[in-house]
């Protein structure tokens, strides 16, 4: 009898102790730190993100992004320059939105710019139903109620400039009455707030980049606009048919330069 009872109680101990590391950790049979089915293709659904240089061709870096996870890198220096972002293609035409998930593999490219004072003046040109782009029409009316404001900061080039609009006029920014230095959709920062539209692309006189097609307005209201400008990386669309020395400030494009905005109802 008492054998058995023996036997009993470490029978009672071997199933205790079980159950009690069987609980710690990993169950259902599974060893834990293994790696299972599940991490590993989380493993095989990561991208690769290859940093290239604005010269389009050095490596500055390559990384691995987890399905679904945004692009998360310091941003790269050099002595002299501005960082500007990152661009999805080496002619540096659209910025790349650091903040939307990555869901496959691709390219990025480095926007440096330097500092250089810009001498220009900047206007608003257009045509519509509010008052001072019916006055405008498409320059035909030119001056100073027209002007932007330059900020007086010794390090940045600013212009502003706050205006109503209404719903289907449509406008762009320009440094002449000839149309010099188009700034159009192409360099809004954005075309909505908070869910809903402002501006669409119209076509533009030529339309001889996306940059430069007039910005539609869809809703009426004020509007504070902000030009930043970066003349020391200006280009010129020298492939053009119509391209000359004589008028190349109508072919004048940055990749740097954005125009920004408030809105207010009224």
């Known amino acids: 009898m008492k054998r058995k009872a023996v036997l009993s109680l470490l029978a009672v101990l071997t199933l205790t102790v079980g159950v009690a590391f069987g609980g710690c950790g990993a169950t259902n049979g599974e060893v834990e730190g293994a790696v299972t089915e599940s991490t590993a293709e989380a493993e095989t659904n990561a991208h690769t993100v290859t940093l290239y240089d604005a010269d389009g061709t050095t490596v500055l870096d390559t990384v691995e992004v987890p399905e679904g996870e945004a692009l998360n890198v310091a941003n790269p220096t050099k002595d002299g320059y501005t960082f500007e972002g990152w661009f999805v293609s080496a002619d540096l035409n659209r910025r790349y939105d650091v903040t939307k998930n990555v869901t496959k593999d691709m390219d990025l490219y480095a926007g440096f710019s330097s500092y ?13 139903e509010s008052e001072l782009m019916a006055a405008s029409n498409w320059g035909a009316d030119f001056g100073d109620a027209y002007a932007m404001t330059k900020s007086e900061k010794t390090d940045v080039n600013e212009y502003t400039l706050t ?29 909505s707030l908070d869910g809903s539209f402002y501006f669409k692309s119209a076509s533009g006189l030529g339309d ?12 009426s209201g004020t509007y504070t ?21 004589e008028t190349k400030e109508n072919f004048n494009l940055n990749p740097y330069d954005t125009i920004s905005w408030t809105y207010e109802a009224n």
């Not at 940059?211 to 869809?218: A, F, P």
């Not at 902000?226 to 391209?243: G, K, N, R, S």
């Open 208 to 219: 001889a980049s996306p940059k430069k097609t007039n910005i539609e307005v869809l809703k």
């Open 116 to 128: 250089q004072e810009d001498e220009r003046s900047f206007y608003i040109v257009g045509s519509g």
């Open 225 to 245: 606009f902000t030009l930043t400008t970066h003349p020391a990386e200006d280009y010129y669309d020298t492939e053009d048919e119509y391209y000359t020395e």
């Open 163 to 191: 205006v109503d609009l209404q719903e289907g006029d449509q406008f762009q920014l320009v440094a002449s009455s000839s149309w010099e230095d188009q700034r159009g959709f192409g360099y809004l920062d954005t075309d």
